[in-house]
């Protein structure tokens, strides 16, 4: 599904990814864990085609076809996800005109037809039930306003009703509270299946105890440089990161 090859990136003449490797097949959940400033969102805005970065070197493929020439846009209608570490806020359109909007907009990309109203309204309704949103919430401005743990939850909904192909989550987990973190963990894995990947971005354990991930990766100063099964998120949780550190230097 999702393939990196020795992917360099910098921003002005700072180089923040420094050669990254990965291989993501459609079924799994892999979580990205590392120090701050390691490179994660950095990362993940770069897959989503974020153009503040550039990509000196290397490339991603999307199901075997190259994406990094690619615009944000046609990347999305492509079936690639990216959840905020810091969602936008965006006065005057409402959750719902701004779900039905995406996904209109995917389905034209894709040469479909629009979603007929009522079967919107029936995805919008089965999906924030899913997700346990309220329905008042629904006609809100996007974003605006949003307590931290509702804007982390909008998110999963959005991609509840993309349905992506590749979902990338940037620390989903931070600020929501234990039952917030339960129910977006309970969405995930429910939309988990053959057909698409999750990538999660964390600093916490915790989180993986709801979303199991198949590999944890530790990116570490630009680099993948410890790759294991959800045991390795626990020995980083006990060791911290600087065993790693050690081990680079070393
Ligand atoms: N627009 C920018 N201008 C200058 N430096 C940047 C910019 N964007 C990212 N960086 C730098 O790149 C490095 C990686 O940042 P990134 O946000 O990817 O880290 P992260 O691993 O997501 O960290 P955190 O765990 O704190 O979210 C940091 O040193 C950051 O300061
Ligand atoms: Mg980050």
């Known amino acids: 599904m999702l393939s990196i090859k020795n992917l360099h990136a910098s921003i002005g ?3 923040i990814l420094k050669g990254i490797n990965l291989e993501v097949k459609a079924g799994e959940i892999h979580a990205i864990m590392g120090p701050n400033g390691a490179g994660k969102s950095t990362l993940s805005a770069i897959i989503a085609g ?12 999307l199901d075997n076809e190259d994406i990094s020439e690619l615009a944000p846009e046609e990347r999305a209608h492509k079936g690639v996800f990216l959840s905020f570490q810091y969602p936008v806020e965006i006065p005057g359109v409402s959750v719902t005109n701004f ?45 605006e306003g949003f ?20 979902a990338i989550l940037d620390e989903t987990d931070s600020g929501l509270d234990i039952d917030a973190l339960r129910i977006v963990a309970n969405g995930v894995n429910k939309l988990k299946s ?57």
């Open 194 to 250: 053959d057909k698409n990947a999750i990538v999660v971005i964390t600093h916490y354990q915790r989180l993986l105890d709801y979303i199991v991930p198949d590999f944890v990766h530790v990116l570490y100063n630009g680099k993948i440089v410890k790759s294991g099964g959800k045991e390795l998120a626990h020995e980083l949780e006990e060791k911290g990161y600087d065993w790693i550190k050690q081990e680079q230097e070393a």
């Open 13 to 15: 003449d700072k180089e």
């Open 99 to 143: 779900m039905r909007t995406a996904i209109n907009e995917t389905r034209k990309a894709n040469g479909q037809e629009e979603m007929p109203a009522n079967e919107m309204l029936k995805v919008i309704r089965e999906k924030s039930e899913l997700l346990e949103i309220d329905r008042k919430f629904l006609s809100r401005s996007l974003n």
């Open 50 to 61: 974020n153009e503040n970065y550039e990509v000196t070197q290397g490339e991603i493929f």
């Open 147 to 166: 307590s931290g743990g509702e804007k982390k939850r909008n998110e999963i909904f959005q991609m509840a009703m993309l349905e992506p192909k590749l």
